[in-house]
């Protein structure tokens, strides 16, 4: 959150190989502040986790293992934010909540970097990184059934109809999401584009692994988002803020 969600999967089938599947993020390449860099330095040994890598950059390898309990030193609930960009929601849930445990998912390295820092600010110990690709993230790194929430804030909405391609909300996310999920956990989605917001609840009310965890035509704000600038910004031009929220169902 504060920064548009930068990975992506397509609606190509899902056993086509990730590093042939197109993807949404621009990595960026600008110079990191002086202080970014020193908490790269500094405090990567403390936050972020080893990501082995396939053929891609940002890719994950097959054989790559996340073990929470391992990473965290204890067993907790465990929260997964997609596009975490500066880390302002990410790090103010792990600061209010260190019963549970935070994993931020970005490629943009300046925004993780300040996330370390702010999170070395607080004093939080119950959150990791992954730089890295989130769709592989979801379907390589992460346990099967271990996560107990999703978050994707405020995604590329990739207004243009020539790039609808690149959104992370379709078909093909139905199953990583479903797989990482344990039973009864949650999916948390918002976005001030009308139009994307209604291409996910499409997308979920058609998905057979999850159901509605809200009445009506939208959820309720989630009050465990924090209100960004960025936020700000999309009502300030004019663009209502859509949520909604769906539940893994039991495994059969």
Not at 32 to 41: C, G, I, L
Not at 231 to 240: F, I, L, M, Q, T
Request: glycine share 8%; aromatic share 8%.
């Amino acid at each position: 959150m504060g920064s548009r969600t930068l990975d992506c999967v397509t609606d190509e089938p899902h056993d086509v190989p990730f590093r042939k599947q197109t993807v949404s993020y621009v990595r960026r390449s600008g110079r990191m502040s002086d202080a970014q860099e020193r908490a790269w330095a500094d405090l990567s040994d403390t936050y972020l986790i080893d990501v082995p890598r396939d053929v891609a950059q940002m890719s994950v390898h097959a054989d790559a293992q996340f073990i929470p309990e391992q990473a965290y030193g204890r067993s907790a609930p465990l929260i997964v934010e997609i596009g975490s960009g500066q880390g302002h929601a990410i790090v103010h849930a792990a600061s209010g909540h260190p019963e549970t445990d935070f994993l931020a998912v970005e490629v943009f390295r300046a925004g993780l970097a300040r996330t370390m820092l702010d999170a070395d600010k607080a004093g939080v110990t119950n959150l990791r990184l992954a730089e890295a690709n989130a769709p592989e993230v979801l379907a390589k790194l992460l346990p099967a059934a271990s996560v107990d929430e999703v978050w994707v804030f405020f995604p590329d909405p990739w207004h243009k109809v020539r790039h609808n391609k690149r959104r992370l909300i379709q078909d093909s996310f139905l199953p990583l999401v479903a797989g990482a999920l344990r039973d009864g956990g949650v999916v948390r989605m918002a976005t001030d584009w009308e139009e994307y917001a209604l291409q996910m609840r499409e997308v979920f009310d058609g998905g057979a692994d999850f159901e509605r965890d809200f009445t009506g035509e939208w959820a309720d704000r989630f009050d465990g988002r924090v209100l960004t600038a960025f936020e700000r910004k999309g009502e300030r031009a004019g663009r209502a803020i859509h949520d909604l929220s769906y539940r893994r169902l039991p495994r059969v």
